[in-house]
């Protein structure tokens, strides 16, 4: 099969609900409650969802939601600031790592690999590599400034690209920016959902690749 991608393959997903019915049918229940409204409007929901689509990569994932996302009334504004903040999050979760690495490279001899002090060692980048970090933190900053969408809504999506990249350092940072946004914990923990539900979903969209590719041998 010379094309691994195509629309039309998603549409051999219901064979997972052959296959493993009962499975298949929670996680769908799931799939379906993480963007349904709530405390958080489905529109807003759907804009996360594509968020976190451009972090795992999955284009079966992005057709979906961008679809969504349009059909509850996004613009493409809101959808561009919303991948924004996920390129943002994304290069800053390998940023924000690379104070582990520092602490590696110069042998501290600290057994835990993570604490929140580390952090404050980001700023030897600047003097590493000064241009560059500029550069970063700028685009970073600008990521992050009400635009199409609002503050309180880009925080939102930036803790749940941050759940899905998995940096501790993103998540309590960008945590502490959605309360100050004025986020309540109800709307974090929706925010959450949609990423795990993402994250989930990116792995059984992936698995008409796989029933591809077992037919085909």
Do not use: W
């Not at 799931?30 to 689509?53: C, R, Y």
């Not at 974090?188 to 979903?201: D, H, M, N, P, Q």
């Amino acid at each position: 099969m010379a094309s691994l991608y195509k629309k039309e393959y998603f549409s051999r997903l219901p064979e997972l609900g052959e296959l493993a019915p009962d499975v298949f049918k929670k996680f769908m229940a799931f799939n379906d409650a993480s963007v349904a409204e709530g405390k958080l409007s489905h529109p807003l929901k759907e804009v996360i969802a594509v968020a976190v689509a451009h972090t795992t990569g999955c284009p079966y994932c992005i057709d979906l939601h961008v679809g969504n996302a349009k059909k509850a009334g996004i613009t493409k504004e809101q959808l561009a600031e919303s991948i924004f903040v996920a390129t943002a999050l994304k290069a800053g979760s390998s940023i924000a790592h690379g104070v582990n690495a520092l602490n590696t490279y110069d042998g501290t001899g600290d057994d835990e690999l993570y604490k929140s002090e580390y952090f404050n060692r980001l700023k030897e980048f600047s003097e590493l590599s000064g241009a560059t970090f500029k550069t970063f933190v700028d685009f970073d900053s600008q990521s992050m400034k009400e635009g199409a969408l609002t503050a309180k809504e880009k925080e939102l999506v930036a803790v749940a690209v941050a759940h899905t990249t998995g940096c501790p350092y993103c998540i309590a940072i960008h945590t502490k920016g959605a309360k100050k946004q004025g986020v309540c914990k109800e709307e974090l923990a929706e925010s959450i959902f949609v990423a795990t539900s993402l994250k989930a979903g990116s792995a059984i969209a992936h698995a008409v690749n796989a029933l591809n590719a077992y037919d085909e041998n």
